[in-house]
């Protein structure tokens, strides 16, 4: 006898969610009962109301998304409970769930975080595998509990990172394998008896919400350290540095970058190199970060060659952090 399809409750706010939701709602395993995510918030520099990435791609599916202020509200949990879910997936939502929702389905509520747990529990997870250069990352189906990404773990699906890999191109990655496993996983939770295995707190680490700021570039550090969080912070915040052009700092967006062979040259941090229209910079211990594209104040990102015939850049010259 064919079993009832699975009733899930969906709540999500990032586009990481987006092929997450496009799978439960096309199987005819699962019922999708209803779509919840953060309320519109001000966007843009005319702050006007804007819907989150998930609620955006809901409603222009058709789906009615339900946006509560506070998620542990007792009206929006009196709404969840009145749908009957089976199980509510829940997949970088944006709040902390309490435990009178938590607790509210029969098979409680399924997170989809996107680290390998104990790793990186927390807001910034893609960003911060990318960041220190790890060679694989995945997702980790738990069972949420009142803690930041505490919860026991039923299944890690792993996914290798590409020596180029950004942020964008991660997220991209684990949301397709978020989207292939889930309804799978749901039914093993459900129907199948599939048991939650408690993470090794002992060995967790954490990682907090980005801000904007990070993306200033800083000639001390290392070659490796700056091309990580070149390639960590696209497509947001970007990476940057500046340049003086007459009296005044431009900045310059700095979007693709390798490591050069280490210099003998004893230069210093910010100092600009140039080679057969090849732009490269000193960073610590003199070694050579080599650009490759960049996007000028105001201009649209280019190749290094082209942006070097009218920058009026010259050897010795410094790149700098703008405080100067």
């Known amino acids: 006898m064919k079993q009832a399809p699975i009733k899930v409750f969906f709540m999500g706010s990032g586009s990481i969610g987006i092929p997450a939701v496009a799978a439960l709602h096309e199987s ?16 843009g520099r005319k702050k006007r109301l804007t819907p989150s990435p998930l609620a955006a791609w809901a409603e ?17 949990v009196d709404y969840v409970a ?10 970088a939502y944006g709040q902390l769930l309490r435990e009178n929702l938590l607790h509210l389905a029969p098979f409680g509520c399924l997170n989809v975080h996107a680290s390998i747990l104990p790793s990186y529990r927390g807001a910034s997870p893609i960003f911060s595998a990318v960041l220190n250069g790890e060679k694989e990352s995945g997702v980790s189906m738990m069972q ?11 299944r890690t699906h792993k996914v290798n990172l590409d020596k180029n890999e950004t942020t964008g191109s991660l997220e991209q990655k684990l949301a397709e394998i978020a989207a292939k496993q889930l309804v799978n996983d749901i039914q093993d939770v459900v129907y199948n008896g599939l048991k939650a295995i408690e993470q090794n707190h002992d060995t ?28 960590a912070c696209q497509p947001w915040p970007g990476t940057w540095t500046y340049y003086q052009v007459g009296d005044k700092l431009k900045r310059l967006a700095i979007c693709e970058a390798s490591a050069c062979e280490s210099s003998s040259s004893n230069r210093t941090s910010g100092e600009v190199v140039l080679e057969e229209s090849c732009l490269k910079v000193a960073c610590s211990s003199s070694d050579l970060l080599q650009v490759h594209r960049v996007k000028p104040e105001g201009k649209r990102e280019m190749d290094v060659k082209d942006f070097l015939l009218g920058a009026g850049l010259k050897n010795g010259d410094s790149l700098t952090s703008g405080n100067s």
């Not at 009145?82 to 997949?91: A, G, T």
């Open 82 to 91: 009145s749908l009957k879910p089976d199980i509510v997936v829940v997949i």
């Open 28 to 43: 005819s395993e699962i019922e999708l009962l209803g779509v919840a995510s953060q309320p519109d918030r001000p966007a």
């Open 144 to 154: 949420m509990a009142k803690g930041m990404d505490t919860g026991a773990v039923y």
């Open 204 to 231: 967790a680490t954490s990682c907090s919400k980005i801000d904007k700021s990070f993306g200033l570039i800083d000639w001390d550090q290392t070659v490796e350290s700056n091309i990580r969080k070149i390639y």
């Open 60 to 76: 222009s599916e058709g789906f009615s998304v339900h946006k509560p202020e506070k998620v542990s509200s007792q009206e929006f």
